[in-house]
């Protein structure tokens, strides 16, 4: 029965809510956002526990806080094998952003001191790191941008989990293939990239047994969600810990 606890569960128009972003039974983070990092802390959680960092797409409200988890790791000073699982890239991605930051240093300090695997997704075939095994599936959320959901299976569990995307075929055999689903909804209104309220309705009746997590939340989505009486849709808060069995 992995807890997952949300670190953030809004998008940046939300003030109360910070950059969507959670973790499954103490161990898989998804999503190293701007804000991952503090509320790790405030959540009680540790980064050196993590086995693997799991990224949806590069979009900086998905990624901008990996240098922080970096710097993390090697304050705490973790030694054990770290998975790193993104879209084609992400090595250089997330290296690209060290430098950038001028930090080339912690780049080289966390490939000396941590064993940090990259794996990368293509969307054909299940990948497993550590105790997580994993099937992407590619989803339409931004042009010229990689952009996947994944199924993780933790402990049994099969937790799906959409990144930004719009309704598209992907997601609904993530849909299909889960047990309990963590699902954006960042617009109020249709609005192509990302799902909107009544996207959620359509996805809610179209798998009626499924319980969803709503998170990566636009402004005024938690309110119209709360009034339209869906019964497995879910608004969890930041630094809620939900049980899925
Ligand atoms: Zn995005
Ligand atoms: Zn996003």
Redesign the pocket.
Known sequence: MPPITFLGTGNFLVPERYWNSFVIDRRILVEPSPSALANLRRAGLDAKDLDAVVIS?F?P??TFGWPFLALELLHKGRVRPLHVIGPPGVAGFLAEMMHLGSIDSVQRDLHARIDVRYMEVDGTRQLAGGALVLQAFEVI??PR?S?FGYVLEVGGTRIGYS??SEPCSGLEQIAEGCDVLVLECAELHRTP?HMDVEAVADLSHRHPGLRILLTHLGDGVDKSIAKSGLEKVELPNDLDTVEVP
């Open positions: 797409h979009h409200d998905h959320h931004a941008l952009c990144g930004d990239t």
